[in-house]
């Protein structure tokens, strides 16, 4: 039978063990904030993208596009119909498209295929799609027939044409930034090199 001694000395010794594992667990709960970013199922929300430009017009794209889809949709009768199918097509894809590329950045899937230049990618999409909302939008002003529902498609085409605009503007300028100092890296790195290897040289004595 346990005496009050020794069950004081075991319930010490356990508290002191645990503690001292405690301690050094590397199982520590951690304080530090996420800033800007939701976790579902395992993805990131990364919320300063969508507060960003490029977050906040392509959120803006898909909404027009959708819109302007929505309008042509409501279309019943056309003759010719080819600027209401040019239309159709193009507020379509523009909108599956750039919801797509939103999800993709929002979520943070590219990092997780970093072989993809997907500024690159950015660039074309929103260049692509102004040329194609540009004529579409032109086609369909020229050739309607004068309904409530072609016109509205034709003030939403022009109005996502200006976004992706100025949107195409953004990305270039952000390719070309980072075009640049790809280069300047790549060139301090040959610099570093090659001063490196004639130090070696310098250092290395000369055969007699």
Known sequence: ???????????????????????????????EPVHGRT???????????????FGILKLVEVVLSLIGFICIETVMMCSPCGGVYFFEFVSCSACVVTGVLLLIFC????????????SLTDLVNTAVSTLF????SLVLACINHKTGAEIAAVIFG????????????LAVRKWRLAT?????AQSRDYIRARTASRGEMEARPELA
Not at 16 to 27: E, F, K, L, R, V
Not at 110 to 117: A, D, E, F, Q
Not at 133 to 136: A, W
């Open 107 to 118: 979520l943070n899937l590219h990092t997780k295929v970093p072989h993809i230049n997907w």
């Open 133 to 136: 909302f540009f004529l579409s």
């Open 180 to 184: 640049a100092s790809q280069g300047s």
């Open 39 to 53: 976790v579902w199922g395992g993805l990131r929300c990364d919320l300063e993208y969508l507060k960003s430009y």
């Open 158 to 169: 022009f109005l996502v044409t200006g976004v992706y605009a100025v949107n195409t503007f």
């Open 1 to 31: 039978m346990r005496t009050t001694e020794e069950t004081e000395g075991f319930d010490g010794e356990a508290s002191n063990t645990s503690m001292i594992s405690g301690a050094s667990s590397p199982y520590q709960p951690t304080t």
